[in-house]
């Protein structure tokens, strides 16, 4: 990652936030406010990645967001959902939806392995 830093005052050096992890930081709040969702970033690669539940991490690359959808290709490879980085209301909301299609999978998941007597 490359830091960027704009100058202070008496030769101090502040750092420029990096516009994707603006974008991420947004969508992290957005997700909190309106859907009750708890989310943590990190930086992966240098990339600032968002994680919200496992096999759901959202990224922001030159303006865009990406994250897994859950499907695969006829060639078995990850179908990745996209969504610009100017809709983060957007972006948030679809992220939303399918965290609780996740979610539902799961309690879908621990209910059959229940009734398997399996849980």
Do not use: C
């Amino acid at each position: 990652m490359t830091m960027h830093y704009m100058p202070g005052s008496f030769g101090e050096r502040h750092p420029i936030p990096d516009p994707a992890l603006v974008d991420i930081k947004q969508v992290q709040s957005i997700l909190k406010l309106n859907y009750v969702i708890e989310a943590d970033w990190s930086w992966i690669d240098g990339v600032p990645v968002l994680s919200i539940w496992t096999g759901l991490a959202l990224w922001s690359i030159n303006g865009t967001f990406f994250w897994e959808t859950g499907r695969r290709s006829r060639r078995q490879r990850p179908v990745y959902a996209s969504h610009p980085t100017t809709d983060p209301d957007g972006a948030a909301a679809r992220i939303a939806r399918h965290y609780h299609d996740l979610r539902a999978q799961e309690g879908l998941v621990v209910h059959r392995l229940a009734a398997a007597g399996l849980a």
